[in-house]
């Protein structure tokens, strides 16, 4: 790596989720969903796409807007919004974006000589007569798109979403909700060869006990494995599955990532979360060779106590799909390769841990903002790429966490910290703050900017790095400075 790299990976300004990472050339693409801060919607903006290169992926690029919603000649007013995508690369060497328009029923494809090019659209997934999938009665709702083209040349096209959606918001066809599904297409991309076939079911013989399908399909293929990714029922956590065949036989494998480490370290439910819960979506990537061989998760979380407002994360994943791969902790140094240097300021939204006195909660559901009021949040003050990202709320009992740092050389702890009342934090390396290090007082912190200071001890080489705020407090908490 060049320089260090962080989750979440993407500039503080850039709300990117649902990320599926491609290997084209030399260059790791990321396709995603976009989103806009502050939006009372998912994905209110058009796709864009960032790159980095396969030997550093601190160095994103930025590749601009590759498809616009109002290209579908089917939105020209551009009123429906683009849900999660994916791209492949078909046999005729050219690249082929596959979208959907949120719950409208309708999946789109679009293509384009370059991976991050202009992308222009070339038609609806459709059947041989032509009507588009999802208008026929059984189909599936097209969401969440899933692509594969096989060493064979055949194209495999996954998709579905469990919870049933009223027919009028799908143009009055009811479409089916029985889990994920996979198609066949032509090599024009677009038209269906065969039918559908259902293979996670969502309830009943075959669906995988307490991780069933809910959405977000994700296929990959290594030598002879097909690797299927989803987001559970839970959808704070993405799953796999393998198979010797892309259209059955499929066996689940185990969790990769869950926002708040729900399955590690003894957590068994929500209430055990680390961080605050709602959908993640994403997809692997492998990249090296043999001894060099790596595989990382990519997936999103949330932000200012809102579904809406979802950011780019990723992995390191121990394992591969033929000896499985153990659950990830999610970190602050996820790409990074290794614990992050403990020296200097680091901002504090690459927190990974976050929670209230009392716990956490999912943002999702009814009035997140009334029900999480007394909770802490990832949120940040102005706009576009002047914004920036810093935590708010921390009251007395709050936690932020970092993993990981190499803390063989601190010494102290500077906070960069505005609010109200008259207390401080506590530095430990562990949750439950039996290793504290030592403590920073804020006093008199006001409403503008102020660093406070405080003396600790070392710790290790690769070392979590926690602040429990202390007192009758209601602080913000922009950078975190290590010396």
């Known amino acids: 790596m060049k320089s260090q ?6 500039p503080e300004w850039e709300y990117v989720p649902d990320g599926e990472p491609h290997v084209f050339g030399d260059r790791v693409y990321v396709y995603g969903s976009h989103d806009r801060f502050g939006a009372k919607m998912f994905c209110v903006d058009d796709y864009v796409c960032w790159s980095a290169p396969v030997d550093d992926l601190s160095d994103w690029r930025y590749e601009g807007v590759i498809y616009r919603r109002n290209q579908d000649p ?3 007013l551009g009123l429906r919004l683009l849900f999660a995508p994916d791209a492949v690369q078909g ?3 050219r690249y082929y974006l596959f979208y959907a ?3 409208m029923g309708i999946m789109g494809v679009a293509v384009c000589d370059e991976p991050a090019g202009a992308y222009e659209f070339l038609g ?3 059947w041989p007569d032509g009507t588009p999938y999802g208008k026929r009665a059984g189909d599936g709702l097209p969401f969440d798109p899933g692509v594969l083209v096989d060493d064979d040349g055949r194209v495999w096209l996954y998709t579905g979403f469990a919870t049933p959606v009223p027919a009028l918001a799908t143009g009055l066809h009811r479409c089916a909700s029985e889990g994920g599904y996979v198609l066949e297409l032509e090599p024009d991309m677009t038209t269906i060869r065969g039918e559908q076939r259902l293979l996670f079911p969502k309830v009943g013989p075959g669906s995988f006990e307490d991780h069933a399908f809910f959405e977000a399909s994700s296929i990959r293929k290594h030598g002879d494995t097909y690797v299927f990714v989803y987001s559970s029922e839970h959808n704070h956590e993405l799953c796999y599955a393998t198979s010797k065949r892309p259209d059955g036989g499929f066996a689940y494998g185990g969790t990769l990532v869950s926002l708040g480490d729900v399955g590690l370290d003894g957590r068994e439910g929500e209430k055990d979360a680390v961080n605050y819960l ?3 979506h994403g997809g692997l990537l ?3 060779e043999g001894a060099d061989e790596r595989w990382y998760v990519f997936y999103h979380r949330q932000t200012n106590r809102s579904s809406y407002a979802r950011q780019a994360c990723a992995e390191r994943l121990e394992g591969n799909p033929v000896s499985g791969f153990s659950q990830a902790r999610v970190t602050s140094c996820g790409l990074n390769g290794g614990p992050l240097v403990g020296q200097g300021t680091y901002s504090a939204r690459i927190a990974c841990v976050l929670r209230s006195g009392e716990g956490v909660g999912r943002v999702d559901g009814s009035f997140p903002r009334v029900r999480l009021a007394r909770h802490p949040y990832f949120t940040q003050e102005g706009r576009g790429k002047d914004a920036r990202q810093y935590i708010a709320n921390l009251r007395d009992g709050a936690v932020v966490g970092f993993r990981d740092f190499d803390l063989s050389g601190l010494s102290h702890v500077s906070l960069t910290v505005r609010g ?7 530095v430990a390396t562990d949750e439950d703050f039996w290793s504290v290090l030592g403590t920073v007082d804020v006093l008199d912190a006001g409403g503008e900017w102020k660093k406070f200071e405080g003396d600790v001890g070392s710790a290790g080489e690769c070392e979590a790095l926690y602040l429990r705020a202390v007192g009758d407090v209601r602080f913000d908490l922009l950078e975190v400075e290590l010396s």
Request: hydrophobic letters at 30%; a positive charge; zero cysteines.
């Open 420 to 426: 109200k009342g008259q207390g401080g934090f506590a």
């Open 74 to 76: 089917k939105n020209r």
């Open 286 to 288: 492998r990249l090296g």
């Open 91 to 93: 046999t005729d060497g």
């Open 278 to 280: 709602g959908n993640t």
């Open 124 to 126: 609806h997934v459709s």
């Open 101 to 103: 328009f949120d719950f």
């Open 5 to 10: 790299v962080f989750n979440p990976y993407l």
